[in-house]
């Protein structure tokens, strides 16, 4: 049974860069593709990207001017990065495995984004 | 993008009584494969979400089959046959056909 386990800092100043990661348990990491989504309270449920294996990306458009996602298939691992953050970026942050549908998540990371 | 548009947004139901949650996408969602990518999520509170149902109709392992899905193109529904207590929480429509995803604004199931 995969498990996916995210930590990064909870806390920003505006402008600077979030960074969170996501480790993956139990096994099928080359086998999917793995995303970041995040949720407000004022916009819901919003799909940031995707990556696989291989380091190939698929973006939305409304954030891949500041978003990178990088894995590490080394450590089973994948990472986000959004830079330039802003107080609209406060959100849980989620990672989970896509199956043109995320079909496990992990536990969510509160960024809140505040001078 | 594809705007997904759920309602009811508020729906309060009597335990053991049916519910039915509408999903209505802005263009079709089948896919260049003939599949549609049509998800349904469960969200309890202070939960991450939990998917329930994927292209359309297929349950996940583990989910009650109380919980059924259905519909075509561009319109879709989830339905409970018999609301249960464990089923309070917001249910969202998902769209994995066109980049980028997007999910509906979510509908807010709760016990009368």
């Known amino acids: 049974q995969v498990q996916l386990q995210q930590w990064g800092a909870g806390l920003l100043k505006p402008s600077e860069t979030l960074s969170l990661t996501c480790a993956v348990y139990?096994?099928?990491?080359?086998?999917?593709?793995w995303t970041w989504i995040r949720q407000t309270p004022g916009k819901g449920l919003e799909w940031i990207g995707e990556?696989?294996?291989?380091?190939?990306?698929n973006y939305n458009p409304s954030l891949k001017s500041r978003v990178t996602i990088s894995v590490d298939m080394s450590r089973n691992q994948f990472s986000l990065k959004l830079t330039s953050v802003t107080a609209a970026d406060t959100a849980i942050y989620y990672c989970?495995?896509?199956?043109?549908?995320?079909?496990?998540w992990g536990q969510g990371t509160q960024v809140t984004v505040s001078s | 993008d594809v705007v997904m548009t759920q309602s009811p947004l508020s729906l309060p139901v009597t335990l053991g009584q049916p519910a039915s949650i509408s999903c209505r996408s802005s263009?079709?969602?089948?896919?260049?494969?003939?599949?549609?990518?049509l998800n349904w999520f469960q969200q309890r509170p202070g939960q991450s979400p939990r998917r329930l149902i994927y292209?359309?109709?297929n349950r996940e392992s583990g989910v009650p089959d109380r919980f059924s899905g259905s519909g075509s193109g561009t319109g879709f529904t989830l339905k409970i046959s018999r609301v249960e207590a464990e089923d309070v929480g917001v249910y969202y429509c998902?769209?994995?056909?066109?980049?980028?995803?997007?999910f509906g604004q979510g509908t807010k199931v709760e016990i009368k």
């Open positions: 989970a495995r896509e199956s043109r549908g995320p079909d496990c």
């Open positions: 139990g096994g099928s990491f080359g086998t999917y593709y």
């Open positions: 990556i696989n294996h291989s380091g190939s990306t």
């Open positions: 263009q079709s969602l089948v896919y260049s494969d003939g599949n549609t990518y």
């Open positions: 292209k359309i109709s």
């Open positions: 998902m769209q994995g056909t066109h980049y980028p995803w997007t």
